[in-house]
């Protein structure tokens, strides 16, 4: 099958910058962080307002896309599983799923928590969560 | 930005065939469907189980990507929202979050329920629900 083009809707400003140091989700320690949108797409965030829980859509731009198996949570002791069957970084299409809390909307400055994305990430989407 | 590549690993195989006439949600009356994996990503699908909850992730590609306000639920009597503050399909990056149980896994196929997206529908991810 063919293949589709992503394109960035923004980035992630993060005091986390190591991968291996992040927490694994969100709530696991992950640190408020702004989401910086483009400003051509501005106009997508109308009605988005601090108190809004959002699911944030990444693009993890450094992780491995070859690898099928992992050991969950890249601890040894856990058997093997197909990143399917995981919420490895690692898989063939790495987009990340990140539940958070819209603090504060300056602009097309986001302020969210908790976010366990690093520094840098692209953003690839915004939806509401669904109760 | 630059952009990224999504390949499809997999598509939807269901009775849903007319994108106005599926349901919004899953919820909504959503179908049982086919999830039909592609062989080259099958070792991903490695643990997944009848009874496993997962997050299908799909690419809606009838999807407008030029919209950035739209009227929620395609109900003119819906103020227009940016398009990051509803489920809408029409959005930049056109992905679709589906929450599905997982009925029976027979080699390459899943069976999943409920799920709106229209037979054909690219699949891009599969995650685990966390709880």
Do not use: C, Y
């Amino acid at each position: 099958m063919t293949g589709f083009e992503v394109t960035p809707i923004g980035r992630v400003e993060s005091s986390l910058t190591d991968p291996a140091a992040a927490p694994k989700q969100g709530p696991e320690g992950g640190p408020d962080a702004w989401l910086v949108i483009e400003p051509a797409v501005l106009d997508a965030l109308d009605g988005v307002r601090p108190g809004a829980r959002l699911v944030v859509l990444t693009w993890f731009h450094l992780a491995r896309r070859d690898l099928l198996r992992v050991h969950p949570r890249d601890d040894p002791a856990n058997p093997m599983q197909g990143v399917f069957n995981t919420r490895s970084a690692d898989r063939p299409n790495p987009i990340g799923l990140h539940e958070v809390e819209v603090l504060a909307v300056e602009g097309e400055r986001l302020h969210v928590r908790p976010l366990e994305a690093v520094d840098g990430t692209p953003v690839v989407d915004l939806k509401p969560v669904l109760d």
